[in-house]
């Protein structure tokens, strides 16, 4: 082997074995402080991409999430009015009933016809207030609303059910006068409170469809976001361990290239006398 004091083989190499350990050490070191083995581009660029494409989707889904929590709601309001809009209909069945006794004074059959016109305008007025964030499924100024049900801008169409008058083949004349009027009410209120339990039920059936593609987003997103943790994220235990053997390393590394470096002082003991 050559002695030259211009050029030390084994120092150059011990140099090139602990800067490649200290780029170990440094890329691991990494890894442990932000929990991925992939953090940017530079560590892996297909990865990188297909996570952050990834990722982006089960942000998207956010707006999705709240689209149809904002449809449960609606619904919900809607459901709350037709189940006062239907208690309503029982009473004025009731009232019309009454009213269809031919052994009642006047006096009574007013007041059962007070009684009626009463809860024939809270109908109206229930159905009219049945509103969530300015929107309604119950008062018949909207035929549908259509709720975010993907990421790609897919839809989710829920279709207006009116619980007004009108829309139970009621009006707001809607009354009596007699027994005999009393008698043709009780038909008519029979017809309306079908026709409300009916549209209660799509508007039920809608609310399930709601919570269970609800559901299925929650656990799409779930999974993107395993699936990209899978790609990026760091197995720190792993990482650990290798922290240990590259520190390790890295003080043998510093300590040959020190005895690496000693070595040219061996030729000074050639030309001691």
């Keep these: 082997m050559l002695n030259s004091i211009n050029t030390n083989p084994g120092a150059l190499l011990a140099l090139q074995n602990l800067n490649a350990t200290n780029t170990e050490l440094s890329t691991t070191q990494g890894r442990i402080n932000t929990g991925k083995k992939i953090a940017n581009a530079k560590d892996n660029g297909a990865i990188w991409s297909m996570a952050k494409m990834q990722s982006a989707s089960s942000q998207s889904l956010n707006a999705v999430k709240d689209s149809l929590q904002r449809g449960q709601s609606t619904i919900d309001v809607a459901l709350a009015a037709g189940d006062t809009v239907t208690d ?44 969530f964030n300015g929107i309604s499924l119950a008062n018949g100024k909207t035929a549908k609303l259509v709720f975010l049900a993907n990421a790609d801008g897919g839809s989710f169409t829920v279709n207006a059910q009116t619980l007004g008058l009108a829309g139970l083949g009621l009006s707001l004349t809607a009354t009596f006068s007699t027994a005999s009027d009393a008698k043709t009410m009780i038909a008519k209120i029979t017809d309306a409170l079908q026709t409300a339990t009916n549209k209660l039920s799509s508007l039920g059936t809608s609310s399930v469809g709601l919570d269970t593609h609800l559901t299925f987003v929650g656990k799409l997103q779930d999974s993107l976001d395993a699936g990209v943790g899978n790609l990026v994220d760091a197995d720190l235990a792993k990482e650990s361990a290798k922290l240990q053997s590259l520190q390790t390393k890295q003080q043998l590394g510093v300590q040959a290239l020190s005895i690496a470096n000693q070595s040219p002082q061996t030729i000074l003991s050639l030309f001691k006398g």
Excluded: W
Aim: no cysteine; hydrophobic share 45%.
């Design 88 to 131: 309503l209909l029982m009473k004025m069945k009731e009232k019309a009933l009454a009213a269809s006794d031919t052994s009642l004074n006047t006096a009574s059959l007013k007041a059962l016809k007070s009684d009626f016109e009463s809860l024939r305008d809270q109908i109206q007025k229930a159905a009219d207030n049945a509103t």
